[in-house]
């Protein structure tokens, strides 16, 4: 019955990883990551169901919490890049490079 | 008698030992470090340092002069230099303390003197530094209890050197000096370094005491190359024939340099080496042996003749240096006899030569640093004080009688004439030349007509240089008959070096020495007839064939650009040949390779964030793809 | 279940160093909020170097009065072991003086809200305002190191990953010049950062799919019990492996660590390069060896080809490098490919504590070497701030010959030349990886050093054989922090270099009881 989750989670990881390789503007690569997170908070709750314990619903929590977090930091930096380019584009912040 | 065992030691000031080499080491990292900020105090801070490891140097003296002989040796570990090979620890022994005497007992005189001497000079605070870290070298090449500690100190007072030869850079020739000196030692430097690989790879070990101890059993060819292997690195140190060249440059440094790195203490490292080395790889008779002695008397007898045509007052007395050195040479190829005299040499040499040198400083300080002894003449009654010294260390090395030099030098010519007749009349001669050279010096310089130039206004040092003058002078009087007569010397250096089968007994007067003291009278009356009662030319006259010989080193330049460096040219330039041919083609090409790979490579790092996460993504891919296969396996 | 909690033990005495470094991060936040704008660098000084140094001392307590515990602390999440007070302490030592760094001004942004070239980035400048925030920041990241380095746990381990990770990717985008740059830096390390820690993660749920906890422990004895392991465990194990090999660096994951350490302000990858390294490598020490161990046979040849990419990659990338960050940063994952080595040479119990303490002893020496290279870097400036190309820096040891020194002393120990740390370490780490059956690897570690050593020695011949540019950058007068930085640096790669020996028997000490589970 649990493979079902998994399937999807793993989907979703994969639909997540790909929005990033894909996607340009910082926001939605970021939501990607986001969403990332989320298909292993799905694995975490299914494998918690199948084992029979909480540990992976605790953990959960914990994940939601740092994700959280991290959206606070990463809209600052995206919105700072973006006041000083005026564009949110991943691909135009390029001078860094070889 | 052979050396005693060597003793594990801990505790005492012998225990802390390692405070000798890191004090002056810590003054010099401060003066390097600190910058312009320690210029106001930084000279009295390696006076400092040096003083604070004389005393150290001397309470552990004291300590050792408390145990019995057979107790004298101790060795205490510091730490493990390259894990399983070298451990790092210091010997203190009767040897190696009396260099460590020597060592910080003169370069705390010469420290002193410095202050004076280098007082209006703007880099003071380097010079100081430098020569901290030339103390701190010194002694552990002479305290480190193995091989590789011996030569670690050994660069390191070349480096020392170096960069005190080439203090006054600004001068194209101190720069050209310090490069010479360098150059020429890496020669034996490289010597040495073979030496003790080759002695890692007989014995297993580096360290003296396991060394020494299965010496004896290896193959007698190992050992001779052994010794003609440090002999090369004593060579080059000890500025002994054929790497006596860099010496007469040398002197391009500031007269305290001269001193007591080039004449009371690294170029006697050599000798230590031998001597350390001497029951093991120079025993008396062996081919090893043979070749020390014959260095020594090759290049006493090229420093003396060097010295009698020169008429820059240092580079005579470097002449003088290389040519006392020989004897000392001499006298570490014949076994512990000789090993007791070239010893009691050495620290007497150490005395009256940078008694010698400083009083050259002196001299130089009152002629706004003129050098040319054809511009001095009459100054005994202007710089009373530094003529009076000059003069006791000139009394005695020539070898007057019951002075310093009289004792040590008469001794290894004896001990050479028993070991054989013709070492030892050749080093007769060489007194006799001493004397000559030595007398002109005086003559020229304190006596006859003022030759000065136009605006010199000679004038006494003041006390800070004159009070070393006087200190040294009196070492240069009494030092030799305390240490040679009733055995004192011999008696304190048999733990370490193995003694004599009976005492030593000194004879005031048998042949070689007369004839000695004759030599010496006929060659100093030459030089009165010459020098002192006749006008000296202010521009040296042209001269014989000899006299032109004498000037230019013997051609030893000119020897060694004809024999080594033209060859060595041509032979780099086929190298190069087939180098850019063979050698550079391959290593080029894979230079160029490498280089070409990374240059297309970097251009994978886009710029683009994304690719980046792709290379993740691929990554992630890959390794969990790895990890499958070889999981299932 | 009977209806009764069991109230968690918690060991506060052991976790006291942790804890107050995080506690010294919240009272900087107060004082954020509460204190005077001119006031609040007076107080973060004091504050944050006090509580390094405080920790440090708690540690060094800890290890000499109570010895090293027996059992997991905070009911088995922490592992306060020999190998984890060791880390604790370089991560201390590394961050004190990368504080001392930071602490130097005209580094950071003087308003980070402005936009770049704007009058109010003009006004901000005019006032002299500065991001005090910058303390509290590096606070929580050194935290976080702390924590990572020691989770027994990987739940802690990856909040540990995220307390480190997330200030510091603020912290990127600060510099005060070459904004853009910074920003960027920012935002891509931020990106890349959030990804990898997605991969991670996703790798802890199949790890705890398999075992059914995420305590490391637990894991490695499910491993040990559980038989026929499935495809899912390995994908876990590969995705974790791609968090942690992302964060010390090692190819392919290496892409961000060039442009994050080249547009991050300097001292801040002084902080990177030297602290999160260490922490990281202490994360990957738990989970291959603690958690992992008894799947070696399975990480070990996929380790074999990332720690020789790694070491290619680094090596040969940092040949053309034309900026001097790039260049260090290339060093730095040539160097995480050498320490991997010492992570592959497992075998018994003697054979790991070997290789345990090679590890700790080189990421001691390349730690301080690294932040007293990057405080080098800070020091050569021209008109736009610090001139990171490598042609602004020839004839620079005619210039300052002693800054160039040390700075080519720095080198020679990276390329691990006798008589620096450098060469220690290295000699420390490859050592038992010849006798743990890592002899290929140690080979190609031998010939990328050799690669790498050319590129350190190009650096030194411009410096010190080149002419001078005319219009050549000046070396600034180092403010109080940056020299002792430079010094302390420069003294510990001449002492570890000469006498290794106290802190090569400390690691001994340190990684002899190995980890406990």
Partial sequence: MTTHYLVLSALLFAIGAVGVLVRRNAIVVFMCVELMLNACNLAFVTFARQHGNLDGQLIAFFVMVVAAAEVVVGLAIIVTIFRTRRSASVDDANLLKY | ?633 | MNGAIEAPTIEYGQLMPMLLVFGAAVVGVLIEALAPRYLRKAIHVPVTLLSLAGAFALIILQAVRDGVPEQASAMGAIAVDGPALFIWGVILVLAFISMLLINDDDQFVAQAAAVPGSPEEEDAVAQGGAHTEVYPLALFAIGGMLLFSSANDLLIMFVALEVMSLPLYLLCGLARRRRLLSQEASVKYFLLGAFSSGFFLYGMALVYGFAGTVDLGGISSALASVGGQDSLLYIGVALLGVGLFFKIGAAPFQAWKPDVYQGAPTPITALMASGTLVAAFGAVLRVFWVALGNLDWDWRPVMWAVAILTMVVGAILAITQTDIKRMLAYSSIAHAGFLLIGVIATGDAEQNSGSLSGILFYLLTYGITTVGAFAVVTMVRDAGGEAGHLSRWAGLGKRSPLLAGIFAFFLLAFAGIPLTSGFFGKYAVFAPAVSGGALGLVVVGVISSAVAAFFYVRVIVLMFFSEPAADGPTVALPSVGTAAVVTIAAAATVVLGVFPQPVLDLADQAASALFIR
């Fill in chain 2, 1 to 633: 008698m052979e050396p005693v065992e060597i003793i594990q030691h801990s505790g005492g000031v012998i225990g802390v030992a390692w405070l000798m080499i890191a004090l002056p080491l810590l003054g010099a990292a401060i003066l390097l470090l600190g910058g312009r900020r320690t210029d106001r105090w930084g000279h009295l801070l390696g006076v400092v340092m040096s003083l604070a490891s004389f005393a150290v140097a001397v309470l552990a003296f004291v300590e050792l002069l408390g145990m019995s002989g057979d107790q004298r040796r101790r060795e205490i570990e510091l730490f493990q230099f390259i894990p399983g090979m070298v451990d790092m620890g210091l010997l203190i022994d009767p040897l190696s303390i009396a260099f460590a005497l020597l060592i910080t007992g003169v370069g705390s005189l010469i420290h002193i003197y410095s202050i004076g001497y280098m007082s209006h000079d703007p880099g003071r605070r380097r010079f100081f530094s430098y020569l901290n870290l030339f103390v701190a070298a010194m002694l552990l090449l002479v305290l480190a209890d193995n091989y590789v500690g011996l030569y670690i100190g050994w660069e390191g007072v070349g480096l020392a050197s170096y960069l005190l030869i080439g203090f006054w850079q600004h001068k194209p020739s101190a720069a050209t000096a310090a490069q010479k000196a360098f150059i020429v030692n890496r020669v034996g430097d490289f010597g040495l370094a073979i030496g003790v690989f080759l002695i890692w790879t007989t014995f297993g070990s580096v360290a003296y005491g396991p060394v020494f101890q299965v010496a004896g059993q290896a193959e007698q060819g190992v050992l001779t190359a052994i010794g003609l292997l440090l002999l090369l690195g004593a060579c080059g140190k000890s500025a002994q024939l054929p790497l006596q060249s860099w010496l007469l440059d040398a002197m391009e440094g500031p007269t305290p340099v001269s001193a007591l790195i080039h004449a009371a203490t690294m170029v006697t490292a050599g000798v230590y080496l031998v001597v350390r080395s001497g029951a093991a790889f120079f025993p008396v008779g062996s081919t090893a042996a043979l070749v020390v002695t014959v260095v020594g008397v090759a290049t006493l007898l090229a420093g003396a003749i060097i010295g009698t045509a020169k008429d820059d007052i240092k580079k005579g007395l470097a002449g003088s240096t290389m040519s006392q050195i020989g004897y000392m040479m001499l006298g570490a190829g014949l076994g512990p006899v000789g090993y007791v005299f070239a010893i009691g040499h050495l620290i007497t040499h150490g005395f009256f030569k940078a008694n010698l040198f400083l009083g050259a400083g002196s001299i130089m300080h009152a002629m706004n640093d003129e050098v040319d002894m054809r511009k001095y003449g009459g100054l005994r009654k202007l710089l009373p004080v530094t003529f009076v010294t000059f003069f006791i260390g000139y009394l005695a090395i020539i070898g007057f009688p019951l002075l310093s030099g009289y004792f040590t030098k008469d001794g290894i010519i004896e001990t050479a004439m028993h070991h054989s007749p013709v070492l030892g009349w050749l080093a007769v001669l060489g007194a006799g030349i001493t004397g000559f050279y030595m007398s002109r010096m005086v003559f020229m310089t304190f006596f006859g007509q003022k030759r000065w130039a136009e605006d010199a206004h000679p004038h006494e040092s003041p006390a800070v240089m004159t009070v070393p003058l006087i200190i040294l002078s009196i070492g240069s009087i009494f030092l030799g008959g305390y240490l040679v007569l009733g055995n004192t010397l011999a008696n304190w250096l048999a733990p370490a070096v193995g003694g004599p089968e009976e005492p030593i007994e000194f004879h005031f007067v048998t042949t070689p020495g007369i004839a000695t003291l004759v030599l010496v009278a006929i060659g100093a009356a030459f030089a009165w007839m010459k020098y002192g009662r006749a006008e000296v030319p202010v521009v040296a006259p042209r001269g014989s064939f000899v006299t032109t010989f004498a000037r230019r080193d013997l051609y030893g330049d000119a020897i060694n650009e004809s024999l080594l460096m033209r060859p060595g040219q041509w032979l780099t330039r086929l190298a190069v040949f087939f180098d850019n041919r063979g050698v550079d083609g391959v290593v080029n090409g894979i230079a160029a390779g490498i280089g070409g790979t990374s240059g297309r490579l970097r251009r994978i790092q886009t710029g683009f964030a994304r690719s980046y996460a792709l290379s993740i993504l691929f990554g992630a891919a890959v390794v969990a793809g790895a990890l499958l296969l070889v999981g299932n396996i």
